[in-house]
């Protein structure tokens, strides 16, 4: 008796100094297929692993999620890269480790802008004949300024389309109501990711997907996995371990949506969608899984100089240390 009393407090005690070993990491992320490898890595439960105890916060965009890193109230970003460009430039500091995702912004048209998209009508036109017609300009919803959606959404409105401004007019909102005011005709249109895309045209499959990703902004930079200083310096072996698991789940996702398909729900849907929804938004026209951070470098330059011309940054910030893809080569060397 004794014996197994000994046995089983020795156990314990094992179990108790194992959890006080797990690093634990404040996770900011909005809720977006774009950050399904920090989704996967968690369900798979491969961060417990490595000695981490992921706790994952939500925001609705990531310049909202930017306060909280300045605060210091999350030790890890998981949204876009430009917010991180805006705040670099004003002191906010971090260093992006991985991208996760490309190309992920798209353009929907509801119900009642979508018939002036027809076959070989340009962009432009459709704008200008639903503001004839309705005799106001369609009302298009993305997050607010300085955040990729919004930035992708004006680049593809005056710089691909060519719109005339008269035409079209940016409402910003957060995610959810984004999706939502698609749904209800609050807005005419709107720029969003999965697995918002899957969920509208699978409850209306009168809105219309309009424009890609990379017909909007090529190669458009998205969601990235930022550290701060304060965490990559104070747990160097506990970040290249986050990174190690990160581009194991990007692995993952390429090679069986399948399997991902329920950890990501797990995160995602929260009773508003299903495993079949986010496994159709996983290989879906707007979802491009990425994690070398180098491929993002000259897009993210790109559309800086475009913030720039649209008045969202006052000048274009050196990027030069916002990414280090050293944690990157050394997991996909030990690949």
Same mark, same amino acid.
Request: hydrophobic share 45%.
């Given at each position: 008796m004794l014996r197994t009393l000994l046995v089983a407090a020795a156990a314990l005690a094992t179990a108790a100094t194992a959890a006080s070993a797990q690093v634990p990491v404040r996770v900011g992320v909005i809720p977006i297929v774009g950050a399904a490898p920090i989704f996967v890595v968690n369900g798979k439960g491969w961060a417990k692993e490595a000695g981490l105890d992921i706790r994952i916060t939500t925001f609705e965009s990531g310049p909202n999620m930017i306060q909280a890193l300045a605060s210091g109230t999350i030790d890890v970003y998981v949204a876009g890269v430009m917010p991180l460009a805006v705040a670099r430039s004003k002191g906010v500091q971090s260093k992006v480790v991985t991208a996760t995702a490309i190309e992920e912004m798209v353009f929907v048209a509801g119900p009642k802008l979508a018939p002036y998209f027809g076959p070989g009508v340009a962009p432009a036109e459709a704008l200008k004949a639903y503001r004839a017609k309705e005799g106001k300009p369609a009302r298009l919803a993305a997050q607010p300024p300085g955040s990729v959606p919004n930035t992708t959404l004006q680049h593809w409105l005056w710089q691909v389309a060519k719109a005339d401004r008269?035409?079209?007019?940016?409402?910003?909102?957060?995610?959810?109501?984004?999706?939502?005011? @698609?749904?209800?005709?609050? +807005? #005419?249109?709107?720029?969003?990711?999965?697995?918002?895309?899957?969920? +509208?045209?699978?409850? $209306?499959?009168?809105? &219309?997907? @309009?424009?890609?990703?990379? #017909?909007?902004? *090529?190669?458009? *930079?998205?969601? +990235? @996995?930022?550290?701060?200083?304060? /965490? !990559?310096?104070?747990?160097? #072996?506990?970040?290249?371990k986050l990174v190690?698991?990160? @581009? =194991?789940?990007?692995?993952?996702? &390429? !090679? $069986?949506? %399948? #399997?991902?398909?329920?950890?990501?729900?797990?995160?995602?849907?929260?009773?508003?969608?299903?495993?079949?929804?986010?496994?159709? !938004?996983?290989?879906?026209?707007?979802?491009? /899984?990425?994690? %070398? *951070?180098?491929?993002?470098?000259?897009?993210?330059? =790109?559309?800086?100089? /475009?913030? +720039?011309?649209?008045?969202?940054?006052? &000048?274009?910030? *050196?990027?030069?240390?916002?990414?280090?893809?050293?944690?990157?080569?050394?997991?996909a060397a030990a690949k």
């Open positions: 008269q035409d079209a007019e940016i409402i910003s909102m957060g995610i959810d109501a984004t999706q939502q005011a @698609v749904l209800v005709g609050a +807005v #005419e249109g709107a720029a969003i990711r999965e697995p918002a895309l899957t969920i +509208v045209q699978g409850r $209306n499959p009168a809105i &219309k997907l @309009v424009a890609t990703g990379g #017909e909007m902004f *090529p190669s458009q *930079p998205g969601t +990235v @996995v930022a550290v701060t200083p304060a /965490f !990559a310096s104070a747990h160097p #072996e506990g970040t290249q190690d698991a990160l @581009v =194991r789940a990007d692995a993952l996702l &390429k !090679a $069986n949506p %399948d #399997e991902a398909a329920p950890l990501v729900e797990a995160a995602l849907g929260k009773g508003i969608t299903d495993v079949a929804t986010i496994r159709k !938004a996983l290989t879906s026209p707007a979802t491009r /899984f990425v994690a %070398d *951070p180098r491929t993002i470098l000259d897009a993210t330059a =790109r559309m800086q100089d /475009f913030q +720039v011309s649209i008045g969202t940054l006052d &000048k274009a910030a *050196p990027l030069e240390g916002l990414i280090d893809p050293s944690y990157y080569e050394k997991a």
